[in-house]
């Protein structure tokens, strides 16, 4: 698999507030959740509200993220094997970070604080002290796209395409 080899820049909330989830990153949540059957599934996208205990904005507000659950619902969302399933697309995900445009991917379960991957070092951080919210135990990731892919359904579509011959 082709991995992300060297850091890229990281966008943040650079490109200000958007008016909703933006096509390309609606094209992801659409894939994972079918390519899971749903053992990951949409628990938010677009919000145009600040990061949980922070003052400043949550990049879901520039509508390229989101927190896909691994949760077993009543409703049929999620699995009893959701985590394990989320490890797998974690991995997935890290190793072609640059081929589906991720800049941040926030794992909330692992012990003691759980870790963060971002494209500006390329590399997991396991958090030591508190500092994502919901960390640790949450039963979500978060995934931040570039604003390329975000903007691209199908650019993400020929990602998911490029999955079928590895």
């Keep these: 698999m082709p991995a992300a080899k060297t850091p890229r820049r990281y966008t943040g909330l650079l490109d200000g507030i958007a008016s909703g989830a933006r096509p390309g990153l609606l094209e992801l949540v659409r894939q994972i959740e079918t390519r899971t059957d749903r053992a990951l599934w949409n628990n938010g996208t677009f919000a145009n509200r600040r990061a949980r205990g922070k003052t400043n904005l949550s990049v879901h507000a520039t509508g390229r993220a989101v927190d896909l659950s691994y ?96």
């Design 71 to 166: 949760r077993n619902m009543r409703d049929g969302r999620g699995r009893p094997d959701g985590r394990i399933v989320a490890r797998d697309w974690i991995r997935l995900l890290i190793s072609r970070a640059d081929e589906f445009g991720v800049e941040a991917l926030l794992d909330y379960h692992p012990s003691p604080y759980g870790r963060g991957w971002r494209c500006d070092r390329a590399a997991w951080q396991r958090y030591t002290k508190p500092t994502i919210s919901g960390a640790p135990g949450g039963d979500w990731l978060h995934i931040e796209l570039s604003p390329s892919m975000s903007d691209d359904p199908e650019a993400m579509k020929a990602a998911f395409e490029r999955l079928q011959v590895s």
